[in-house]
DNA sequence: GATGAATGAGCCTTCATTCAT
DNA sequence: AATGAATGAAGGCTCATTCAT
């Protein structure tokens, strides 16, 4: 009489277990048993689901990924298609998500970073939000912009986002969403040129 | 006698070691039966040298900051006292030096960076590093900007140099040191007021 | 399901191989290897149970005081309350039971004995056993005995069985319970007033 | 141009130092290193000077047992030789001098027992110290006891000389050399005969 | 004589994983 | 489905010893 279900109710519970184990002692020091502790469960039980510790980390990393995603595109799908500065806030507004703000997601984040430079698996999640990021603020720049400058305008915000989220990492006060806006608007309205700017305020 | 003077040769080599270590195969495998073997010495000799592998990744990190430290140090002391556009695209150009863009230097960045939320002496070292950089620019933009713009400015700027650097490090084309300076001197220009631009230009 | 109810057949099955791999080759080199060794079990097996090699030592330390304990308060249960000759004499053959001269004990008491003044968890147990010894001896004494010569002979009596016992430790030929109790009984009855010694002959 | 007579002074210097490291830190954690820094000299120099920790370890205890040959030898030297109880008591009061009941001298000799059992060198250096004592007393008490007596006095004697050693290392106030002279003394007088009591009284 | 350098062996412990139940 | 039992591999570290100087 197996009990069904389970998977759709452990998956996530183990997730959320390994990101909480990786905001208190790190990625190196989160062992199968640790996380498995703080889900309340056998450390067995992630083999059993997950097959092993590095598909539960790359199930981890995948549901931070997704959260992100989702984050954005539910930002852009509440903005007007044709108001371009809305529309970067709202990418900007995606990264800066509360959810994405959580110490615990944070230093998740961290750690797979630095992780996805040796794991091949991890290394390609980590390059397609990347270039997600990049290609959604192309899109909307290349509308309002040169195709060169527009180009140009979505590594500098993108750098900008990456910049401020891996700086206010690390800092004890931690990230300052409101601040990022602030500078990436600032930055964006600077090169807009003077009609696109009068339009949309 | 017994040979001396062996300290400061094994210490840069086996620091040397651990950042190939790292590049190779990522700080969490890095053990010091492989940092020891990449330095074509005993594993004992980390323990005779630095009394145990954290004080070894330590120095590793000490070495890395200083380096950088170093390197833009360097171009401000061979930059005009007044010439406040050069001498932000000095601080801009030790942080893209050349040996700071190495493979081995970046992994062993990012390690350290997600490593360092979890061990305080990192923390600490990270810390002071990433508050120089601010205070870098912040002392400069402040002899040209209002001083609330300055700080604001400096912030945008910080983040940028660790968001291209962030970002190119994940890169499979690495890290583009001369798109920095010219996202970074673009964004400045378009700071600064009409009449300090056209002085420097 | 799985297998319960392991740790009461692991734990003294564990202890016994400690014990055997002390007196094999004394509690320096019993390294934890040795020990599973000789228990037939895997070396992390000890952790599993006792969380380190100290635990496991203190756990059969413990248990040889213990036996020792028993042997003493079973033959006193079997002894006449008021026969002060007889309780004696059962106190001295509990310290000299069958079991606590075996060679695999009496080397495992000698390591503890030795090890105890630099381990307070151990020395803490030691003096412990020590003083119920006296304690024993001097509640039976008191009452034959004014209680300042009462003192004085339960300290003799419990000297002579640590004397005889670590003498007898370092012979080859083993320690002699017999001529223990005949030099221990010939002692007490040298000291008893005559009238106390008619009653019990 | 060697300095000669060095061994005169290392030697005694590194069997000191071994007494204090193991004082301090158990014979177990006692390595040559801490052995050496005790001495203010290198490591290298103990292989230099006993070609190895075990010889190290084993003069250290020869050390030990010849100052207790000596105190005793010196004390009968000083003794009639036809007064037996004072010749006893000679015998027990160079068991129990006061460079005996040194705790570093105290500590040294328990590790020394313990360890014993399993090394033949010291083993036999035991032996040897316990068969003279045993010897020692049985050749006085020969003198005024029937010879079965005798032995069994001495082995008793012994015993005592041996178990108030023994407890008096393990409890905190440590050895009194005193009580063991009175029990001792009291024990004998029980078993010497009227006239040879009276003799020498 | 004396020492700093260097090492190889071994130790305790941790860990991801497998398995019978 | 779930788990306690068990393990082999590996990790960091300590240590006695050797050697060139």
Same sequence: chains 1, 2, 3, 4.
Avoid: C
Wanted: proline content about 4%; glycine content about 6%.
């Amino acid at each position: 009489m197996p009990k069904v279900g389970m998977p759709a109710i452990r998956k996530p519970q183990l997730i959320d277990a390994t990101m909480e184990a990786i905001n208190e002692v790190g990625l190196q020091k989160a062992s199968v048993a640790m996380i498995s502790r703080y889900a309340g469960v056998s450390p067995a039980i992630i083999n059993h689901y997950f097959g092993g510790k590095n598909s539960l980390l790359e199930a981890t990393m995948r549901s931070v990924l997704q959260q992100l995603s989702e984050g954005v595109r539910q930002r852009l799908d509440e903005t007007d298609t044709d108001d371009v500065i809305a529309r970067v806030k709202a990418i900007v507004g995606g990264n800066f998500d509360q959810r994405q703000l959580d110490s615990k997601v944070v230093k998740t984040w961290l750690a797979f970073w630095s992780q996805a430079m040796h794991e091949p698996s991890l290394y390609r999640l980590q390059r397609v939000n990347e270039q997600r990021l990049l290609t959604h603020l192309k899109v909307e720049l290349k509308r309002v912009l040169p195709n060169e400058q527009a180009v140009f305008v979505a590594q500098s915000i993108a750098a900008l986002i990456d910049g401020i989220w891996l700086r206010g990492a690390l800092a004890p006060s931690g990230i300052d969403g409101d601040l990022a806006q602030r500078i990436i608007t600032d930055y964006l309205e600077r090169q807009l040129p003077a009609d696109i700017l009068k339009k949309y305020s």
